[in-house]
């Protein structure tokens, strides 16, 4: 594994447990072996993010359905499955928007400045990166898989060895 890519690894683990272990109440693994792609293919529900400085790209959570389904219940602390999409949808959103900013803090220090766009989400097949895909990243939360896609651009290895005060 190249510097880059390690960097960018551990920071995304840490962005994880920083954020879907506070929200969710959930412990974060990694898995030993890889998840079967199949289930990040359809029936999912996903909230994309467009990071927009310090570098160009956008940062994606996938998850099955049932999986979203179970971690909203966490963040909002009820269960059953009785909660409806839209309140999972929103909580998949909050998510994302949670972990992008931990991280580019993670990544480019805590006094960087960033820019993010507006959660956008669906249900489905999720879409496609408008920029080059960077890595893939997959998490089991309290037992629910989860797959993060970070793509981007103009994020060279100077960028990330730098100290930023």
């Given at each position: 594994?190249?510097?880059?890519?390690?960097?960018i690894?551990?920071?995304?683990l840490?962005?994880?447990?920083?954020?879907?272990e506070?929200m969710?109440f959930?412990?974060?693994?990694?898995?030993?072996k890889a998840f079967?792609q199949?289930?990040f293919?359809?029936?999912v529900?996903?909230a994309?993010?467009?990071?927009?400085?310090?570098f160009?790209?956008n940062?994606?959570?996938?998850?099955?359905?049932k999986?979203?389904?179970?971690?909203s219940?966490?963040?909002y602390g009820m269960?059953?499955?009785?909660?409806?999409?839209?309140?999972?949808?929103?909580?998949?959103?909050e998510m994302?928007?949670t972990?992008?900013?931990w991280?580019?803090?993670?990544?480019?220090?805590?006094?960087?400045h960033f820019?993010?766009?507006?959660?956008t989400?669906g249900?489905?097949?999720?879409?496609?990166?408008?920029?080059?895909t960077l890595s893939?990243?997959?998490y089991?939360v309290?037992?629910?898989e989860?797959?993060?896609v970070l793509c981007?651009?103009g994020?060279?290895?100077?960028?990330i060895?730098c100290?930023?005060d």
């Amino acid at each position: 594994m190249d510097k880059q890519l390690e960097r960018i690894s551990a920071a995304m683990l840490s962005a994880v447990q920083k954020s879907l272990e506070r929200m969710a109440f959930e412990e974060v693994e990694t898995p030993e072996k890889a998840f079967d792609q199949a289930i990040f293919q359809q029936n999912v529900l996903w909230a994309s993010i467009e990071i927009r400085e310090p570098f160009k790209g956008n940062l994606m959570l996938i998850a099955p359905e049932k999986s979203a389904l179970r971690l909203s219940e966490s963040v909002y602390g009820m269960g059953g499955g009785e909660l409806p999409k839209e309140k999972v949808t929103d909580a998949v959103a909050e998510m994302a928007n949670t972990l992008v900013g931990w991280f580019i803090r993670e990544l480019f220090g805590d006094r960087t400045h960033f820019r993010i766009g507006i959660p956008t989400t669906g249900a489905g097949e999720p879409p496609g990166c408008d920029y080059q895909t960077l890595s893939a990243h997959y998490y089991r939360v309290g037992g629910c898989e989860i797959k993060i896609v970070l793509c981007g651009e103009g994020f060279e290895e100077k960028s990330i060895d730098c100290e930023i005060d």
